[in-house]
């Protein structure tokens, strides 16, 4: 199977996955904490998401990204 499209992967990294089990987890604590109303608790969990975002850029600059040097790609 070739790949004629440059398709990229998808996302499947250490990179990729730990950013979405950040984001994920934030949006789950988020929305518990919106339907119990409380503020602080949902603004912690829209700083937890941008921390989950910078997580997986750093984790693909040092390698761990799709393509990166420390990456290696499992076959199907």
């Not at 950040?22 to 503020?39: E, Q």
């Amino acid at each position: 199977m070739s790949n004629t499209i440059g398709d990229p992967g998808h996302g499947h990294s250490p990179a990729a996955w730990t950013a979405v089990v950040i984001m994920l987890a934030a949006i789950a604590l988020g929305t518990v904490a919106f339907f119990l109303d409380i503020p602080w608790l949902v603004w912690a969990s829209v700083a937890l998401v941008v921390v989950g975002l910078l997580v997986g850029w750093i984790m693909a600059k040092a390698g761990y990204g799709v393509g990166g040097s420390r990456y290696s790609a499992k076959e199907h």
